[in-house]
């Protein structure tokens, strides 16, 4: 079983770019599909992106053309270049596994504890 640990999470300025990364321990990495999901301050988590074992990639609609998911099986990384961000971009975003790709945040296994991501105006 995979156990994941994020990093890049800060405060930072309506338009900035951040990348996020999410580091990876455990067997058969390349095996699992890996995503992104946020939460913001009172709401449920919201799936983000996803990209499965084939290096295929889906985005939620609101980061579409914004924000790009890429993994290094050779590293056990995901990582998420967040570009044009904005207020309601806001959130935890927490780096999750799931054995198939395609079933949103109720399909991921394996949970990282998040990184704090604050888009000031």
């Known amino acids: 079983q995979l156990q994941l640990i994020e990093s890049g999470g800060a405060l930072v300025q309506a338009g900035d770019s951040l990348r996020l990364s999410c580091a990876a321990s455990g067997s058969a990495f390349s095996a699992y599909a890996m995503a992104w999901v946020r939460q913001a301050p009172g709401l449920e988590r919201e799936f983000v992106a996803e990209?499965?074992?084939?290096?295929?990639?889906t985005y939620a609609r609101s980061v579409s053309g914004r924000f790009t998911i890429s993994r290094d099986n050779d590293k056990k990384t995901v990582a998420l270049q967040m570009n044009r961000l904005n207020r309601e971009d806001t959130g935890v975003y927490f780096c999750?596994?799931?054995?198939?790709?395609?079933?949103?945040?109720?399909?991921?296994?394996?949970w990282g504890k998040g990184t704090l991501v604050i888009v000031s105006s």
């Open positions: 990209i499965d074992r084939n290096g295929d990639t």
């Open positions: 999750a596994s799931a054995l198939v790709a395609g079933r949103g945040v109720s399909g991921m296994g394996v």
